[in-house]
């Protein structure tokens, strides 16, 4: 079976339609953030007529437009606990953003999703444009920089685990939040998280899983907000201090 497992590579060539670039960031522990710069997934579909202006670029494209330039500002860190955070930019007013982001962690991760915890960040002036939410715009604007960044910090945990397992960077398979070697020792994502992390940020390259590779993305998935939302504890706007 081949193995399509994002790694840390040269980046010394051209890069082709599921290869991004990404930083793994310095810090005490692994953080992993996208930078796309002019680079995007181009579209699997074709348009079968002449397109209309809108469909040349519409709102949606203003937004995404308008967040890409900041996009390396927006990071997944892998905790010692063996959960990963990400901190939203977003408003959470019902649409489920929280729920679909954590999906995209855990698909490029290869973590159980109960296991992504994803909240709210707080107002950054340095975001800029990529903290508004409308449109219907922000899995468009975020699918992309969230999955490198989730294989930017996938890649640095078998980069990582290679070293502690005492094999190549190529053998070693992550499955639910563990990655495993040939002749059966393991080690967990919490227990990488340290080791994994950089002391200064450096430029990476990984290439994202294809669609038909997808195991948790397009799937019906719980809303990773329900509980809090029903039980009474989920922080909503007017529960924030002022």
């Known amino acids: 079976m081949p193995d399509h497992s994002p790694r840390l590579v040269p980046l010394d060539h051209a890069v082709p339609r599921r290869r991004f670039l990404g930083y793994v960031i310095g810090g005490a522990t692994l953080v992993a953030a996208a930078d796309l710069g002019l680079l995007s997934e181009r579209a699997a579909a074709v348009i079968p007529t002449t397109p209309q202006p809108a469909e040349l670029y519409d709102l949606n494209d203003a937004l995404t437009d308008a967040a890409r330039p900041t996009a390396n500002l927006i990071t997944v860190q892998i905790n010692e606990d063996g959960t990963a955070s990400f901190a939203l930019p977003r408003a959470e007013v019902g649409q489920g953003i929280t729920t679909s982001s954590a999906m995209l962690i855990a698909e490029e991760l290869d973590l159980p999703l109960d296991k992504v915890v994803v909240t709210l960040a707080p107002a950054r002036p340095e975001l800029l444009f990529n903290q508004l939410t409308g449109g219907s715009n922000t899995t468009i604007a975020t699918y992309t920089p969230i999955r490198v ?33 040939p002749d059966g020792s393991s080690v967990t994502y919490g227990e990488l998280a340290v080791r994994a ?14 669609a038909a590779e997808f195991t948790v993305i397009g799937t019906p998935q719980n809303r990773v907000d329900a509980l809090a939302a029903v039980t009474g504890t989920k922080d909503f706007t007017t529960d924030l201090p002022g």
């Open 149 to 181: 960044a989730a294989a930017v910090a996938k890649a640095a945990l078998l980069e990582a685990a290679a070293i502690v397992l005492g094999d190549t960077v190529a053998s070693p398979v992550a499955k639910g939040g563990v990655i495993s070697a």
């Open 197 to 210: 992390a950089s002391s200064t940020t450096r430029a990476v390259e990984v290439e994202l899983k294809s």
